[in-house]
C-alpha cells in the first residue's frame, strides 16, 4: 500500500469516519446486506441518494481485494533490492524524457508549492510508471470489500465515504473511477480522503483531474508535500529537512528512500 496512505488512513480513522455499517465479513456472504446497510451510512454522512445509487450499484465483494490486502510485505524488504528492480535505466530514460515534456508546468509548480520536478517525476514512475499503469480495480467494489473486511473496516468506510464525495462533486464519474486494489486513483494514486484535501489543478485550482491530466496529478503531488512540511530548496534524502516529507508520501523506509535515490538520479546530468 503506498503513501501517506497509512497516515491518510489513520487520520480519516479518527477525523471524519462514518457511523459503521453494523456488520463485517470476510467472504461473500453477508456481503450484500452489508452494503445496503451502508448505503444508509453514506447518505447520513450527506452523500446524496442518487449518487449513492449510481456508485455502488454495481459494487462487488472481490476477494483478490484481501488477498493483496492481507498478502503485504514488499515494502519490509531489503533497500538496495527494491530499488533496483524500480530505478532500472529505461525508467531513468523516460524520466527524464518526462522533464523535458513537462519543463513549463513543473516549473510553476515549483514556484508555487517549492517542491523539485525530480523529485514529484520519480514518485509518478513509481507510483505509475508515469501513467501507464493506473490499476483497473474497480475503486467502489475495492473500498467496499475493504470496508466490509473486519481488520480496518472503520478506515475504509471512511474512504469509501469520501470516494462517494468526488462524484457528488462532479470531480470524477464512477465508471471513470478504476485504480489500485486499496483504492488509490489517479497517476501518482491518491486515496479518496487525499484527492479531496489535496487535489488540485495545474492552475492553481481546486480538485483537478488527477486521472486523465498529468500536470494535474503532479501540481497536486506538490501540494501534498507541501502541506506535509516540504521545505523550499532544501534537499530530500535520508538525514536532509524533506526526507520526513518524502515519508509522509510512503511511511516505508524503503519506498522513501527509492524515491528519493529516484530523484537524485534523475536529478543528475
Known amino acids: 500500500m503506498r503513501a ?18 453494523a456488520q463485517c465479513g470476510e467472504s461473500e456472504d453477508g456481503f450484500k446486506p452489508w452494503l445496503d446497510d451502508f ?8 452523500v446524496s441518494p442518487d449518487v449513492v445509487d ?22 519490509q524488504g531489503d533497500y538496495a533490492s527494491f530499488a533496483a528492480k524500480h530505478i532500472t535505466p529505461a525508467r531513468i530514460k523516460r524520466g527524464k524524457t518526462m522533464l523535458v515534456a513537462y519543463a513549463e508546468p ?14 514529484l517525476v520519480a514518485i509518478w514512475g513509481l507510483e505509475t510508471d508515469f501513467g501507464a499503469g493506473l490499476g483497473r480495480y474497480p475503486t467502489f467494489s475495492a473500498l467496499a470489500t475493504l470496508a466490509y473486511d473486519c481488520r480496518r473496516g472503520s478506515i475504509y468506510q471512511a474512504e469509501l465515504v469520501d470516494a462517494l464525495m468526488i462524484v457528488q462533486r462532479g470531480l470524477l464519474t464512477p465508471e471513470q473511477m478504476r485504480g489500485a486494489w486499496a483504492g488509490e486513483l489517479g497517476q501518482t494514486q491518491f486515496m479518496p480522503s487525499a484527492y479531496l484535501k489535496y487535489g488540485v489543478s495545474a492552475n492553481g485550482g481546486r480538485g483537478g483531474d488527477l486521472i486523465g491530466n498529468s500536470a494535474d496529478a503532479l501540481a497536486s503531488t506538490a501540494n501534498f508535500l507541501h502541506a506535509h512540511g516540504w521545505q523550499r530548496g532544501a534537499k530530500w534524502d535520508e538525514g536532509e529537512p ?28
Open 39 to 46: 448505503k444508509q451510512v453514506a447518505i447520513n454522512d450527506g
Open 54 to 75: 449510481q456508485a455502488l450499484s454495481t459494487a462487488t465483494f472481490d476477494r483478490s481485494v484481501l488477498s493483496h490486502d492481507h498478502g503485504q510485505g514488499a515494502l
Open 4 to 21: 501517506g496512505v497509512l497516515a491518510i488512513l489513520a487520520w480519516a480513522a479518527l477525523a471524519g469516519a462514518p457511523a459503521l455499517a
Open 242 to 269: 524533506n526526507f520526513a516529507a518524502v515519508q509522509e508520501w510512503n511511511a516505508s523506509p524503503v519506498y522513501a528512500k527509492t524515491i528519493a535515490e529516484f530523484a537524485d538520479r534523475l536529478s543528475a546530468p
Open 106 to 119: 513543473l516549473d510553476r509548480i515549483e514556484q508555487r508549492y517549492g517542491v523539485p520536478g525530480p523529485v
